[in-house]
């Protein structure tokens, strides 16, 4: 049971194998909610661009997340993207074996839980396929080809969110001071692409879909699925439910932005949890550096009054840190 794709058994069970059952500390249902509280949602197409700036900048720093609406990437865009992530996890495993296992160096995968080496303290509900989408077009050749127009439906998506990405880093960077097109070059050559499968779940109470985290890239543009609240955001020891807006996306500060902001802006921890009635699907962007880009306060954000709270390291340090020792070596 446990090698098989969890879309696969689920099904099955009326109860959560005891390797999915977290300890009692990581419970959803022994957490706080601050339902009080709402992620900022940020309209980009706002006639006040100063405003529009202050907002990203005010949100990234007190949460570390925020939502854009009416972004520019088109409707049909989105909605062709989640239709064929549906129904590539739809499939058979043995299909979706085939299709996501082209790549000799693995780099495009499909695994259940975390899909670390190391083992993870509870294993967590949901099945993912990733694979990069850089701009050159490298590593085509390794996505799937089902189901059919898998490519051409995620490599439109893929460039759309890059220009949402990068037009979201210029205004960070025209605020911070650190000059245009800074993120342009290596710091976002390398993104990534994840389809996160989320099926029902027959004990919410007790899993995680992921666990409590900061994400270890830049930026992370995140599409929810309609109608199913379960991304939630931790701040000042509690838990903020991220409400899904229809074609909206959810941005979060990554780890290295925070370093690269020497700490004015926050990669802030979030989890996903379960739920008993319906699979839940999200699409993750991660605009990642290349491994050999260093990552380190900028020297604009550094003075007498502001010296340097991260040591300087390539992306590949930095990364090999992180999933070592989380975000606070």
Known sequence: MESKFLSSWYNNLSSVPSSYVQPAERRPCNAVLATELKIPVIDLAGQDRDDIIRNII??????????????????????????IFKEFHAMSAEEKIRESSKDPNKSCKLYT????????????WKDSL???????????????????????????????????????LDLISERLGLGPKVFNGDHSASPLVISHHYPPC??????LGTSRHKDPNILTILLQQADISALQVFKDGAWIPVEPIPHAFVVNIGFMLQIISNGRLVGAEHRVITNSNTSRNTIAYFINPTKETIIEPAKPLISATSPPLYQTMTFGEVLENFLNNGPYF
């Open 130 to 168: 990733q694979h990069p989408c850089p701009p050159s077009g490298q590593f085509l050749q390794f996505w799937p080809q089902k189901p059919q127009g898998y490519r051409e439906a995620i490599g439109a998506y893929t460039q759309e969110l890059r220009t949402l990405g990068l037009k979201i």
């Open 58 to 83: 005010e949100s990234s720093a007190e949460y570390g997340f925020f939502q854009v609406i009416n972004h520019g990437v088109p409707k049909e865009v989105v909605d062709n993207a989640l239709r």
């Open 202 to 207: 027959p004990e919410p109470s007790l899993t």
């Open 113 to 124: 839980s975390s899909g670390r080496n190391c083992a993870d303290v509870a294993r967590y």
